[in-house]
C-alpha cells in the first residue's frame, strides 16, 4: 500500500452525495453525519440502516439509479454500488468536476479513502488501513482508551 497523507477537512453543511444503499454506503453515511455532514443518497433500494435514517430525516433519499449529474453540487461523493462500472461512472464524473470520490470497488478509481475515525470533545482521531479488520479492532481500543488519555493529555498541557 502507498502512504497515504491525512487530512482533514471541515464537512459541517455541505452536501455530500453517496450513489448506492447497501451496508458500505450505510457505513459512509454514519461516517459523514458524525461530522455534520448534508447527506443524500442515490440508490434504487436502501437498506434498512439507511431507512432508518430517512424516517428520521437525517438524509435525503432519491430512490432511482445514478444519473450522471448527481454528483453536481456535492462537496464530496460516495460511489458505493455493488456495480463496478456504475462506480467508476461516477469516479470519472467527480474527477471531471475536482469532486473528491470514494470509490467502493474498484478502491483505485477513488482520490481519497475514509478512515475509521473517532470524535471525543474536539479531537478527532483517524486512520487507514487496507487491514479493514484490524482496523476495526484498533478502532475499538480507541473509543475505550481515548477519554482518559485525553483528560491526562490536557492536565499535562495546563501545569
Request: a negative charge; hydrophobic letters at 45%; aromatic letters at 8%.
Amino acid at each position: 500500500m502507498n502512504a497515504r497523507f491525512p487530512i482533514f477537512i471541515d464537512l459541517t453543511d455541505n452536501n455530500c452525495t453517496i450513489i448506492g444503499g447497501g451496508d458500505y454506503a450505510a457505513a459512509c453515511a454514519d461516517l459523514l453525519l458524525s461530522f455534520g455532514a448534508k447527506v443524500t443518497v442515490i440508490s434504487p433500494l436502501i437498506n434498512d440502516r439507511l431507512a432508518e435514517l430517512e424516517t428520521e430525516k437525517r438524509i435525503r433519499y432519491i430512490p432511482r439509479k445514478f444519473f450522471r449529474g448527481d454528483c453536481a453540487n456535492a462537496y464530496l461523493c460516495i460511489a458505493a454500488t455493488d456495480s463496478e462500472t456504475v462506480n467508476i461512472a461516477v469516479s470519472v464524473e467527480c474527477k471531471s468536476r475536482g469532486i473528491p470520490v470514494n470509490v467502493k470497488a474498484p478502491t483505485a478509481y477513488g482520490t481519497f479513502r475514509l478512515p475509521a475515525a473517532i470524535l471525543h470533545e474536539d479531537v478527532t482521531v483517524a486512520a487507514y488501513s487496507d487491514d479493514s479488520r484490524a482496523l476495526v479492532n484498533l478502532k475499538a481500543g480507541w473509543e475505550e482508551e481515548l477519554p482518559a488519555k485525553w483528560q491526562e493529555a490536557k492536565a499535562k498541557a495546563q501545569s
